[in-house]
């Protein structure tokens, strides 16, 4: 699932490329949230066809920036290009990022924060790509949808890691199913099995803000 949940990623791209051509120019790209959901989207942003470049990087926690730095250019070294002054850390920090010349921005913090900075983004003019879920409140939903009405008002590309959107088996199953490959649909019932939701206990010695 991680390696599909970014696939947005070449998609939203593409339509940079598409819809404002930049001819030889690169699409650089800036990363809020640093873990390890970060980390992969960002990887597989600068795996695509085309000349993407990661240039800048934000998060709450410099361990946390460093050893994504540090994994992202084991994973593609001659797309990151990340000088230590480009490297922000604090609540704080993703404006930072956003500030710096970039076309894109991947938004990867936990969700509370996403609204926030969505909306920064948009109001700088930047391309985006943000994780699920988008926010976590009523509040937050109503940021997001409102920022997002700027973005198309901006021709801005926006994509989300639903990866079951660009799933391949999933679009050509739900296409047969509105085609009648199994009738009229008079009953749908959905389920979900996983192992529960992960949690991590807390450490000896870790603050609050940890």
């Known amino acids: 699932t991680a390696a599909v949940a970014a696939s947005a990623i070449p998609t ?3 339509a940079l490329n598409r819809s404002q051509p930049m001819g030889d120019r690169t699409i650089r790209v800036a990363l809020v949230g640093c873990g390890g959901r970060g980390r992969g989207a960002a990887s597989q942003a600068l795996a695509t066809a085309g000349s993407v470049e990661l240039v800048a990087m934000a998060d709450a926690f410099s361990d946390q920036l460093e050893d994504a ?23 704080d920090a993703y404006a930072k990022a956003m500030a710096c010349d970039v076309d894109l921005v991947i938004l990867a913090t936990p969700p509370g924060f996403r609204p926030m900075h969505f909306e920064h983004a948009v109001s700088l003019g930047k391309h985006v790509f943000m994780e699920k879920p988008v926010a976590v409140d009523g509040p937050g939903i109503r940021t997001v949808l409102a920022a997002a009405q700027v973005a198309r008002d901006k021709d801005l590309k926006v994509g989300v890691g639903l990866q079951r959107h660009h799933s391949a088996k999933y679009k050509e199953t739900v296409s047969r199913i509105q085609d009648g490959a199994i009738g009229d649909v008079v009953l749908l019932r959905s389920y ?14 870790q603050t609050e803000m940890e």
């Open 12 to 14: 939203l791209a593409s």
């Open 69 to 91: 730095h540090k994994a992202i250019s084991n994973a593609v070294p001659d797309r990151v290009n990340v000088p230590e002054e480009n490297r922000f850390v604090g609540f």
């Open 192 to 205: 979900w099995n996983s192992g529960g939701v992960w949690t991590r206990p807390r450490r000896e010695g």
